[in-house]
């Protein structure tokens, strides 16, 4: 089981997708998304496997929930900065964590 001091060590911040584009040399459909965190944090990358309920031409301007303090990753020849954080089952695909209201981009979740 996870400690609650684990858990406070992921900074996971809302940002908004400002560019989405399908990633064709991932494995399994993915799209590289651009994803803007605020003056503080700037734009970050992220590949993030969302093709089955969302096309890279609706992404932008919806808000994210992201853990912004991984090691980034090269996927497929693409740096993935931040992990954006959804649900996943069988019976919906995979589904955005969003906030329930806009929020300033940077907000920290607690």
Not at 72 to 85: H, I, N, T, Y
Request: proline letters at 7%; aromatic letters at 6%.
């Amino acid at each position: 089981m996870a400690d609650f001091e684990g858990f406070q060590r992921f900074d996971i911040r809302v940002g908004r997708i400002v560019r989405a584009e399908p990633h064709g040399r991932a494995r399994t459909p993915a799209h590289k998304l651009w994803i803007d965190f605020g003056p503080e944090l700037g734009t970050r990358t992220s590949s993030a496997q969302l093709c089955d309920n969302y096309t890279a031409e609706e992404l932008p301007g919806n808000q994210v929930v992201c853990i912004v303090n991984l090691p980034p990753r090269r996927v497929a020849g693409f740096d993935s900065e931040v992990l954006v954080l959804a649900s996943v089952s069988a019976a919906e695909g995979t589904v955005l964590l969003q906030p329930g209201q806009e929020v300033t981009p940077g907000a920290r979740i607690a």
